[in-house]
């Protein structure tokens, strides 16, 4: 289509003569045209999930739709207006800034993985970037046409800073050439094979506009039409490539080695070089310029004008840098305290693995003993010899070792360590387990836990240790939260929803600030040293495993509410493990 295309655009230059109404409508319409396909083929690349390479196709592509709108107003003045485009023509910027995008999109070098690329302050160099081409054009140029009209003087001046922008240009993707490997360094290939034909064609087309020998339509169109193609090859190129250039990229580094901020990047260090060179273009049109006074006026204007806006920019990106910095200082210093926080932890929780070990030897010690009281108080219990006031002290012993064997038995299952194993389990046996544990440390007899078991439910699949742990951890939260506001009612309600098995634990205490945050990692209300912000997080991801969910919110009235669903067994009813206690529930111990 490439070679179609450019032979195509040759024949009809052939056929029809230099400077024909026909000839210009052709070589203007396909003119339109090119950079449209390149602009189609380079967005080819731009839905990828890194928005940094995203962000360089689409300045590229916004490059060409710079091109074409220069070139609409130029089809307009020989298409609909026939009359001859003017030789000082104020369109020309739009052909000149067509190639800050592309030098803004350089500095983005998509190849590489950013340390840490700040959008704002990107989109900031890039206005700092814009507005300085801008201000280096209207310098230059506009002097010649607004101030001291010269048309000479104007085509000269035009070509020098377009030359000079292509040139950056070309070098910069060279650059980005020779410094790149694999799939990019081909890309590049394509995109500087396409810059330096692009200079090349601007630099015929420019002398030959001044020499008056240019016409649209001729032989001098075909380096430029080709340069707008071989953009398109190039998006092309990179689209099939695409696999190998989402590939992470080579780190950013700097000469020390360490990963660089994106505030360093090209695009950042031009615009300050942009705010810094003002006084230089000040003082060459006062001291060293022969030009004319009207134009040395104008350009002293001009740079006094653009001053402030950079400045303005400059100190708009400072404010910025500063803002994120504050809050990039906070993160790390709240990195740190968590850090600390969960060394402590560690620490603590190494102290309970060893007291958890010393307690379990001591439980299988109490077993043996608790094992003789009860065989010794069944046999009393019926012993039809005794009195009744003797068998009736016998079975309140009895009951009581049964009740201390099953408390026994919940802390070895809550103490071990072993992988999740998922069972049909009695999710109101699992509760009644979590509270009675809890209920072994009630400090305040103001604080109490009431049940409203569902007689009826479906069993529920998975690892009873790690649900009795959820639910502990719930329960402790919320008597702890009552124990410090004198106390309240922690109530646990269990219910069938459709198809899920519920649990309700509210309570009466003051409730939660942010409830939104409870389930984030070291999120915790308590008292330094008294809650890592960790428990929550935990359950979280507990019942994320086993498929549900848990939501918090505070109460109508007061207090907090936990609602945990999880998907029920609807086959069968749940079998009980031996060391869990019996479907009834057993009552609390006297509260001191």
């Known amino acids: 289509m490439w070679l179609l295309t450019i032979a195509a655009y040759a024949a009809m230059s052939l ?3 230099a400077g024909s109404e026909s000839l210009s409508t052709f070589g203007n319409l396909v003119q339109c045209v090119v950079p449209l396909v390149a602009n189609a083929f380079l967005l080819l690349n731009a839905g ?13 592509a916004l490059s060409c739709t710079m091109w074409m709108l220069g070139q609409f107003e130029w089809t307009y003045y020989e298409v609909y207006a026939h009359q001859p485009v003017p030789t000082m023509y104020g369109g020309d910027i739009v052909f000149f800034l067509r190639g800050v995008p592309i030098m803004a999109a ?5 190849h590489r993985t950013p340390g840490g690329l700040q959008l704002r302050l990107g989109y900031l160099d890039f206005v700092s970037l814009f507005a300085w081409w801008t201000f280096l054009y209207i310098f230059v140029v506009f002097p010649w046409m607004y101030a001291v009209p010269s048309e000479a003087q104007y085509n000269f001046n035009y070509d ?3 030359n000079i922008q292509n040139m950056v240009i070309v070098v910069g993707l060279a650059a980005l050439w020779l410094r790149s490997k694999g799939a990019w360094r081909v890309t590049y290939a394509h995109l500087f094979g396409a810059a330096t034909l692009y200079m090349l064609s601007s630099l015929i087309i420019n002398v030959a506009i001044s020499l008056k020998r240019y016409h649209t339509g001729t032989a001098y169109d075909l380096p430029l039409i080709s340069s707008f193609l071989w953009f398109a090859f190039a998006g092309l190129v990179a689209y099939r490539n695409r696999a190998a250039l989402d590939a992470p990229g080579e780190p950013e580094t700097a000469d020390d080695g360490s990963e660089q901020a994106g505030a360093r990047t090209w695009a950042s260090q031009l615009a300050m070089v942009a705010v810094l060179s003002m006084p230089f273009f000040a003082i060459y049109a006062l001291r060293f310029s022969h030009d004319p006074r009207e134009a040395r006026d104008y350009r002293v204007m001009t740079t006094l004008i653009a001053s402030i806006a950079l400045m303005v920019i400059f100190f708009l990106r400072t404010s910025i840098a500063d803002k994120d910095r504050i809050r990039l200082l906070s993160r790390s210093q709240q990195s740190v305290e968590n850090l600390q926080r969960l060394q402590a932890q560690l620490v603590q929780t190494e102290k309970l693995v060893s007291l958890g070990q010393l307690a379990a030897g001591a439980a299988h010690e109490i077993n043996n003993p608790l094992a003789a009281i009860l065989g010794y108080s069944d046999l009393l219990a019926d012993d039809m010899s005794l009195t009744e006031r003797s068998r009736g002290i016998a079975a309140k012993i009895r009951d009581q070792a049964r009740r201390t064997k099953t408390l026994v038995g919940n802390l070895l299952s809550f103490a071990r360590q072993v992988p999740a194993e998922r069972t049909l389990l009695d999710i109101n046996t699992v509760v009644t387990n979590a509270m009675q544990l809890r209920a072994l440390d009630l400090r305040s007899a103001k604080t109490r836990v009431e049940l409203q078991l569902e007689s009826v439910l479906p069993g529920v699949r998975g690892d009873g240790n790690q649900l009795m742990q959820v639910f502990f951890n719930i329960i402790s939260n919320a008597v702890d939260a009552m124990e410090a506001h004198e106390g309240g009612v922690v109530t646990i309600k269990t219910m069938r929803d459709r198809g899920n098995v519920i649990i309700l634990f509210s309570d009466t205490g003051p409730g939660i600030k942010e409830p939104h945050r409870v389930f984030d990692p070291f ?18 991801g507990i019942l994320q495993e086993h498929s549900g969910k848990i939501l918090c919110y505070n109460g109508q009235l007061s207090g907090a509410v936990f609602r945990v669903e999880l998907p029920a067994v609807l086959a069968a009813l749940p079998v009980r493990e031996p060391h869990l206690v019996g479907a009834t529930p057993l009552p609390l111990p006297p509260k001191s």
């Open 15 to 17: 056929v029809f003569p």
């Open 106 to 110: 350089l500095a983005l070098q998509p």
């Open 48 to 60: 990828t999930p890194h928005w940094r390479r995203n962000i360089f196709w689409m300045l590229l």
């Open 160 to 162: 020098l800073v377009a």
């Open 523 to 540: 999120y915790t209300t308590k008292p330094v040293g008294k809650g890592t912000g960790l428990g929550l997080s935990i359950c979280f």
